[in-house]
């Protein structure tokens, strides 16, 4: 990707990880496109108003007993393609697979942040960067085991089954990780800004005194379906 923005990132600007799963639930997208137990931690753990957009750049990790999956040459972090975002699928391993000198190298690239489903460690260093990681959790050794690149890969949880392919929408805030797949990206941008306003609106009469029930049948009654 150059540098010109996308208008997908632009369209998605005002709008929250709970605005784009409200139109994802609509869509009838399993939960709505959440990816569980991913967090903040940089530029601060859970506080701020640090939000990230942009279109997966996917890194898989592989253990190094697997012989079969074609690995990448290089490393993967001389090759983020301006405003992505960086999304590691991890094994399931205490090993941390994202470090400081990795997001020194997405920023000095122009990544719009990093998310990474497993453990981070260098946390201070990504804060001193002001660069936002989102993870599962933190740690101190690096990884042993390798790379493929702009793969599809499963959120690593018996939670839920969800898949982030290369080019999928990521979007990150204080409320979480939501995937909006680049199919239905557009669909879902049409029905977030009339549900941000009618649900300004119930906001405001139950500050009145109407309740919830009265003014969610008053503003959302007419909103488009999906």
Request: hydrophobic share 35%; with cysteine; glycine share 8%.
């Amino acid at each position: 990707m150059s540098a010109t923005r996308d208008p997908i990132v632009e369209a998605l600007q005002p709008f929250s990880t709970c605005d784009v799963s409200d139109a994802l639930l609509k869509l009838k997208y399993p939960h709505g496109g959440f990816l569980s137990n991913l967090i903040l931690w940089s530029p601060q753990r859970q506080t701020g108003n640090t939000k990230i957009i942009g279109p997966a750049y996917t890194v898989k990790y592989v253990p190094l007993s697997d012989k079969v999956s074609p690995k990448h040459v290089g490393h993967y972090i001389d090759t983020i393609p301006y405003g992505s975002v960086v999304f590691i699928s991890s094994p399931k391993t205490v090993n941390a697979v994202y470090g400081g000198l990795m997001s020194n190298r997405a920023q000095a690239s122009g990544a719009a942040g990093t998310i990474v489903d497993g453990r981070v460690r260098d946390l201070q260093e990504h804060r001193d960067l002001k660069y936002p990681v989102f993870a599962r959790d933190i740690g101190t050794s690096s990884p042993y085991e390798v790379v493929r690149i702009n793969t599809p890969v499963r959120l690593q949880t018996d939670e839920q089954d969800a898949t982030i392919n290369p080019g999928d929408y990521l979007i990150g805030d204080i409320n979480g990780v939501v995937c909006l797949p680049k199919e239905t990206a557009e669909k879902a941008i049409a029905l977030m800004a009339p549900q941000v306003e009618a649900d300004q609106k119930i906001a405001a009469d139950i500050q009145r005194g109407m309740t919830f029930v009265e003014a969610s049948k008053k503003h959302r009654s007419g909103l488009p379906k999906g």
